[in-house]
T-cell receptor, first 111, second 116 residues
Framework: KQEVTQIPAALSVPEGENLVLNCSFTDSAIYNLQWFRQDPGKGLTSLLL?????REQTSGRLNASLDKSSGRSTLYIAASQPGDSATYLCASHSNDYKLSFGAGTTVTVRA | GAGVSQSPSNKVTEKGKDVELRCDPI?????LYWYRQSLGQGLEFLIYFQGNSAPDKSGLPSDRFSAERTGGSVSTLTIQRTQQEDSAVYLC??????????????FGPGTRLTVL
């Protein structure tokens, strides 16, 4: 069974600082890995999806990397803003359609 | 267009009562998923529907949990004889294609269930 771990559980940074969120998974035989954002009282919003054949994906200030051999993915958020405050979840697709989620990292960006 | 919707947004019930949670997927999406998010835990897969095929119920935690999907669209998750450990946020997601691992799952806002 795939186990997904996110460290740290919570992170507080001043506005403008770069954010680095870590995700590790036990089964390297993944098809893809997704990063989601969750705001209080709202559902999950997909941020980036990295296919197993890719090493990274970029969208605006967000960059996600994937290293299957070491079972790790990292989400970088450049020049953080208070609006980036949310919980960030990573999830992997293994050999079926089910997503295996980490517990998330709760980010607070201080103005 | 409209996203995935869920109702109610919040539900408080007494232990032992039955509850029904509803999910309206994005129009045209053939796949529908239910997940549970308990406090401090990651999202846990519960059940998966794909078109008219038999659902994958492998994630349901007990026989008190059941779900159906009528007409390939709206889905209802039913929890019978609720227990306090059932308290969680129940999230529904839909995706465009059947079993396409690369398809993005679109999530609803969730139903927060509190069992007293």
């Amino acid at each position: 069974k795939q186990e997904v771990t996110q460290i740290p559980a919570a992170l507080s940074v001043p506005e403008g600082e770069n954010l680095v969120l870590n995700c590790s998974f036990t089964d390297s035989a993944i098809y893809n890995l997704q990063w989601f954002r969750q705001d209080p009282g709202k559902g999950l919003t997909s941020l980036l999806l990295i296919q197993s054949s890719q090493r990274e994906q970029t969208s605006g200030r967000l960059n996600a990397s994937l290293d299957k051999s070491s079972g790790r993915s990292t989400l970088y958020i450049a020049a953080s803003q208070p609006g980036d405050s949310a919980t960030y979840l990573c999830a992997s697709h293994s050999n079926d359609y089910k997503l295996s989620f980490g517990a998330g990292t709760t980010v607070t960006v201080r103005a | 267009g409209a996203g995935v919707s869920q109702s109610p947004s919040n539900k408080v019930t007494e232990k032992g009562k039955d509850v029904e949670l509803r999910c309206d997927p994005i129009s045209g999406h053939t796949a529908l998923y239910w997940y549970r998010q308990s406090l401090g835990q990651g999202l846990e897969f519960l059940i998966y529907f794909q078109g008219n095929s038999a659902p994958d119920k492998s994630g349901l935690p007990s026989d008190r949990f059941s779900a159906e999907r009528t007409g390939g669209s709206v889905s209802t998750l039913t929890i019978q004889r609720t227990q306090q450990e059932d308290s969680a946020v129940y999230l529904c997601a839909s995706s465009l294609s059947a079993g396409m691992i690369t398809d993005t799952q679109y999530f609803g806002p969730g139903t927060r269930l509190t069992v007293l």
